[in-house]
């Protein structure tokens, strides 16, 4: 029994002790001076691209309705091909519009005739009334049948030349140059004025891409606008992905006004298209160099900790210990990223050994020795 006594007061010794060791392992710091690498902040030109999603556009596009109905005859291109103004398209059955031409054709001169009539009859009763031989009412009514019949005449060549046109409409032309897509009918088929879609014809080169910026960067765009840079500048890319369009572009216009629901403007650069690798309705990034001329603070990111979406750093301060610095960052260059604020030239940031510390932290720029390898017996 007493044996036993003295196991529990030995195993309870060793777990109040075990305690007591693990208390003073949560303490301030153990081990000394973390072992960090600093830099000085400095300034530097910061080369970077700012980047907008964007969507390519063809500057000019139309959609090909019909203007009237009836089946389509011909389908006279190549789907993809290239097409030339007034370059035949499609033809839609002109039986019909053609004899409602040749009608409107007839019924004009119909009514040429009955003019010449009038005409004859009005010129052979002013005669009469010139020596007093007819009632001056028939000589009105001679002018009234005239006048009415020269009025019959206009109405015909209105018809023939609306019938005329309605022939002109079933057979639909290319309105610019450019390239036509896939057609959306097939010979054959029924097609309603205004309503059926036939085709779409863009132009390829060049071609635009279209983004939005902030109303903030309306003046610095408008400068750009207003440089008129060369096409050899590359001051606008296009990217896709991680691949670069061979090709800079050049600004265009920027948009009449900001969109009040989001507050922002859309801008349009252009680019050639020699090998029409681009096509319209492709997303892209716009880079847009940023040549400003005023010096960042642009420091490895490395040295950025993120907490509850805020950013900090440490700074190194008196006696050999570290303070958290709040940041405003910028745009990341490469390894290394702009503070807009919350940093000066000449303070010393801790970049490596980061994850070792907390605020207050006492620091040593020494690195710990190797640990000599054991002697050999």
Do not use: W
């Amino acid at each position: 029994m007493y044996k036993k006594i003295i196991f529990y007061i030995s195993a309870a010794g060793l777990i109040v002790a075990s305690s007591c060791g693990s208390k003073n392992a949560g303490g301030p710091q153990q081990g000394g001076p973390v072992p960090v690498t600093l830099e000085s902040v400095r300034l530097s030109n910061a080369v970077y691209y700012d980047e907008y999603p964007a969507i390519v556009t063809a500057l000019n596009e139309v959609e090909l309705r019909a203007q009237v109905n009836g089946y389509i005859t011909e389908i006279a291109f190549t789907e993809g091909q290239k097409v030339r103004r007034g370059q035949k398209l499609y033809v839609i059955d002109q039986q019909l519009y053609t004899a409602g031409y040749e009608q409107a054709l007839a019924n004009l001169e119909v009514q040429k005739a009955n003019l010449e009539k009038a005409r004859k009859d009005a010129e052979r009763y002013h005669q009469l009334d010139a020596k007093d031989a007819i009632a001056k009412q028939q000589v009105d009514n001679a002018d009234a049948a005239l006048a009415a019949a020269q009025k019959q005449v206009d109405a015909a060549k209105a018809a023939v030349q609306a019938a005329q046109t309605n022939v002109r409409y079933t057979t639909i032309t290319a309105p610019f140059d450019g390239t036509i897509g896939i057609s959306q009918v097939k010979t054959g088929a029924a097609v309603m004025a205004g309503q059926t879609l036939l085709n779409t014809v863009s132009t390829d080169d060049p071609i635009a891409a279209d983004f939005s910026i902030d109303q903030s960067e309306i003046f610095r765009f408008s400068e750009l606008l207003s440089a008129k840079k060369s096409s050899a500048d590359s001051v606008f890319l296009l990217a896709f992905g991680g691949q670069t369009y061979a090709y800079p572009g050049e600004i265009m216009l920027i948009d009449r006004a900001v969109d009040q629901q989001t507050g922002s403007i859309r801008v349009r650069v252009r680019f050639p298209n020699p090998g029409n690798m681009l096509r319209a309705g492709m997303s892209g990034t716009i880079r847009v160099h940023n040549d400003a001329s005023v010096q960042s603070v642009l420091i490895p990111y490395k040295a950025v900790t993120e907490m509850l979406g805020e950013y900090f750093v440490y700074v190194a301060g008196d006696s050999n210990k570290v303070y958290q610095q709040r940041v405003h960052l910028g745009k990341q260059v490469g390894q290394n990223v702009i503070v807009k604020d919350g940093l000066k030239p000449d303070q010393k940031i801790v970049t490596q050994g980061v994850q070792k510390l907390r605020d207050g932290a006492v620091i040593t720029t020494e690195q710990p020795a190797a640990q000599a390898a054991p002697a050999k017996k």
